[in-house]
């Protein structure tokens, strides 16, 4: 029987103890840190929405559940609906995929890291083509330092063979950035992952088990498109220069889940300048104004 496709479900990991931050994430969570003008956990939201998910699970640590709730509320007002659980003990991304399981009850999944940051010209059409995906898709981004992350392994031409978690000696430059696609068997999956040395419970395994199967999809991303890893401190300042230069520079509105919501038709013109109301005085409220204005003149 054919497995009828639910829409796409939005999964941001936002747990674990930031201890690449320490001490600025002693007090408050690392999802929590400015990146410019908006905190960081904006910018996932932000990438997910623009993908046209309306649905999200926030998987939280205990201590910091409530400081997102008054952050980001439910959703409602910016035309999406937010759901919150807390993980009591970081032991792998794939360990989202096993607490979502109910919240995703048969849909497939994106799955975004807390602290990734993407930007790019056609991005959001890019990741809208893979919500309803047959099997998985991951992205392949050239770094300078492949050995800190998953890398894929390439035959000659250029297909997917293998993936590696943190390889000391990478076989490409290619590195696995922190979204992913999957369809509707996901949880099962992660289930079946067991801990790595390192403890934990690797995302990498489950895209390996897809890989196996011959269900894995690999696009690569050109050097156009943009992808940040926030979580550490030259990082972090790194993405707020990138960030600030580009909205203050070439007036971009980046990572604005508003603005994100606006383009993908979940919030009207005037829902957004009420949200923009309240937000003047810092400037941000400006920007979002500008950017309807811009785009009502077009």
Not at 87 to 104: D, H, M, N, R, Y
Not at 152 to 160: E, G, L
Not at 214 to 224: E, I, Q, R, T, Y
Not at 281 to 287: A, F
Request: charged share 15%.
């Amino acid at each position: 029987m054919t497995h009828r496709a639910k829409p796409m479900k939005g999964i941001v990991l936002a747990g674990g103890t930031g201890t690449r931050l320490h001490p600025l994430t002693l007090g408050v969570s690392k999802q929590l840190m400015p990146i410019y003008n908006k905190p960081m956990i904006y910018y996932p939201i932000a990438t997910l929405v623009s993908s046209g998910i309306q649905e999200i699970l926030l998987i939280t640590t205990p201590q910091d559940a409530s400081l997102f709730k008054t952050l980001l509320r439910d959703g409602s007002a910016w035309g999406i609906r937010f759901t919150y659980l807390t993980q009591s003990k970081p032991e792998g991304i794939a360990q989202a995929l096993v607490l979502a399981e109910a919240f995703l009850d048969g849909a497939p999944a994106a799955l975004i890291l807390g602290d990734n940051l993407f930007h790019g010209k056609g991005l959001s059409d890019l990741l809208r083509q893979q919500t309803n995906p047959s099997g998985a898709t991951i992205f392949g981004y050239a770094v300078n330092d492949p050995e800190r992350y998953g890398v894929i392994a390439f035959d000659a031409q250029m297909n997917p063979v293998d993936l590696i978690e943190k390889p000391s000696n990478p076989p490409s430059t290619y590195a696995v950035p922190g979204i992913y696609f999957y369809n509707h068997e996901a949880p099962a999956r992660a289930k079946a992952v067991t801990k790595s040395g390192r403890g934990e419970y690797e995302i990498t395994e489950v895209n390996k088990s897809y890989l196996k199967d011959g269900a894995l999809s690999v696009v690569l991303l050109d050097p156009g498109f943009t992808w940040l890893d926030t979580g550490t401190f030259a990082a972090l300042s790194e993405a707020s220069q990138f960030v600030e230069v580009l909205e203050n520079r070439q007036g971009q509105l980046i990572g604005a889940p508003e603005w994100a919501a606006f383009q993908a038709g979940f919030i009207d013109a005037d829902q957004l300048s009420a949200l923009a109301t309240p937000l003047m005085r810092s400037g941000y409220g400006q920007q979002l104004l500008k950017a309807l204005n811009s785009y009502g003149a077009r």
